[in-house]
């Protein structure tokens, strides 16, 4: 059972230090939050250091994640999903974390040179020696998903319980393929950047670039949140929509944007990242209330994917 927000731990080491990131995950706990993410690679293993000393206190009341796959040192098995690397990640993240335990162990990403038998026998194994609870996956497409449970059916394997995916008003591809897999698979779904790395937080304008200082103004082309590929038609049309209805309920952007994503009937619980106290306090604002049904088509329709074949063709299908 997990909170309908998750905290992320990402900043943790980097944008925010050690006294900063206790008091977020203090004020997230006093909250009412319980789910908590972090990963080896964020900071290179100090984010999870910060975390395992902020939750050590009641570390068996936070249903704790991580993740396994990213480098984490020079050599070959320093990375993927190989069974050396998966277990020796996770004795190295248990370290780290202070605890003897993992609740949620996520692969971060598919990995083409691990044989995908190889990885789930290894995820298996730590599960059986009590050192992980439940096995999760991020940034899967839907045949990986699907292909993955498969295998776990097939084999006697621990079965991915939830999918970690980009989803928010400025990033709906997994509406596709992705979110369909995991409801009809029984998969959680838990957003990474619900607010498009802060884009959706309405502090970016059409004039001008991203303001000094802030996450998008400093990314490079290759991350998710680079300015040009939020700075777009489509999202100026979405923070458009956005704004209208903060402005009518009296809510502020980033509480209407994640209180969107709550609604949505594939998802768990969205991954806040937050930088500071201010930000977390507005993001714990977005839970406790509702956005009403015209308010949520409305933000729907403001960024809604193009409607492509196959999806358009199989759902006309259905009504011959
Ligand atoms: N599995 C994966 O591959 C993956 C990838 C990325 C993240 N994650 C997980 O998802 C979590 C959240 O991702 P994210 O950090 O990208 O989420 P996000 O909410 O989309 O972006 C967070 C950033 O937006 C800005 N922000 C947040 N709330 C704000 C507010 N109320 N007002 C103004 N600015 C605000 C802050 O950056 P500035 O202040 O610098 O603008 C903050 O660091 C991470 O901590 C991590 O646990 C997973």
Same mark, same amino acid.
């Given at each position: 059972m997990v909170s309908e927000l998750c905290l992320g731990?990402?900043?943790?080491?980097?944008?925010?230090d050690e006294e900063g990131s206790r008091e977020i995950v203090g004020r997230f706990l006093e909250a009412g939050g319980n789910f908590i993410d972090t990963a080896d690679v964020y900071s290179t293993g100090v984010s999870e250091e910060i975390t395992g000393r902020a939750i050590r206190e009641v570390r068996d009341d936070v249903v704790l994640a991580t993740k396994v796959r990213f480098p984490m040192g020079e050599g070959p098995n320093d990375v993927g999903l190989s069974r050396k690397h998966v277990t020796r990640g996770c004795e190295e993240s248990l370290r780290r974390l202070g605890t003897?335990?993992?609740?949620l162990y996520q692969v971060h990403c598919w990995d083409a040179a691990a044989p995908l038998e190889e990885t789930l026998s290894a995820l298996t194994d730590l599960v059986r020696s009590g050192k992980v609870r439940y096995i999760g996956v991020s940034n899967f497409t839907a045949w990986q998903i699907m292909k993955s449970v498969c295998v776990s059916g097939a084999n006697g394997f621990e079965r991915f319980v939830c999918l970690q995916p980009q989803y928010s008003l400025v990033e709906r591809? #997994?509406?596709?393929e992705i979110l369909p897999a995991c409801e009809e698979e029984g998969l959680g779904v838990i957003p990474w950047s619900p607010l498009g790395g802060g884009f959706?937080?309405?502090?970016? %304008? %059409? !004039?001008?670039?991203?303001?000094?200082?802030t996450r998008i103004a400093e990314a #490079?082309?290759?991350? !998710?949140?680079y300015w040009d590929r939020r700075a777009t038609g489509r999202n100026w049309a979405v923070i458009d929509a956005v704004g209208e209805i903060a402005e009518a309920t009296g809510k502020s952007y980033a509480q209407i944007s994640l209180n969107w994503l709550l609604r949505?009937?594939? #998802?768990?619980a969205p991954i806040l990242g937050v930088r500071t106290m201010e930000q977390l306090e507005d993001n714990l604002g977005a839970a406790g209330w509702e956005l009403d049904e015209g308010q949520v088509q409305r933000l729907s329709e403001a960024g809604a994917p193009e409607d492509t074949y196959p999806h358009r063709f199989i759902r006309n299908a259905q009504r011959v």
């Open positions: 731990c990402m900043t943790f080491g980097r944008e925010t003897d335990y993992i609740d591809n #997994v509406e596709y959706l937080s309405g502090k970016y %304008r %059409r !004039e001008g670039g991203p303001p000094a200082g #490079v082309e290759s991350m !998710e949140e949505q009937p594939a #998802v768990t």
